[in-house]
């Protein structure tokens, strides 16, 4: 997507919610792929942990569609809208999403012995109430 009047930069190369500044250089450690994005992120993550939870939950994975260039864009196959951001989240049963993590490549997830997935499950997972009466479901 590229933005009117500018020519072929696309909309990511304008829009920042971080000192671009303070990036990390791709290919170097630390480097974060949504660096640009991640306070805007991390306040909605904040405020969507406030919304009071329901007691039946699920564990899932979807597509955002986006067609544009991307390094961490995601194919999924047999699913309408196959091509774009994959973003793991735990919502309840009204579809209310009360927190998200987004996949940004292999690299992205730390891999215990149960695999990359059970990790993204376990960590969406914290936040559930401990020694309640919440049925999670994945």
Do not use: W
Not at 17 to 24: F, K, M, Y
Not at 54 to 66: G, S
Not at 88 to 106: L, M, P, Q, W
């Amino acid at each position: 997507m590229s933005c009117p009047g500018t020519g072929s930069k696309p909309f990511e190369d304008f829009f920042h919610a971080n000192d671009i500044h303070l990036a990390v250089p791709k290919g170097q450690d630390g480097y974060d792929s949504l660096f640009k994005l991640q306070p805007m992120i991390d306040g909605l993550r904040v405020n969507l942990k406030k919304i009071p939870a329901e007691k039946r939950q699920r564990i899932d994975e979807q597509i955002v569609p986006y067609k544009g260039r991307l390094s961490f864009k995601q194919y999924i196959k047999d699913i309408p809208s196959s091509l774009g951001i994959k973003i793991f989240s735990r919502a309840g049963a009204s579809g209310i999403i009360y927190d998200f993590e987004v996949y940004t490549g292999k690299g992205s997830v730390p891999v215990n012995e149960l695999g990359r997935r059970a990790e993204v499950v376990l960590r969406l997972a914290e936040m559930i109430p401990r020694n309640e009466n919440f049925k999670l479901f994945f």
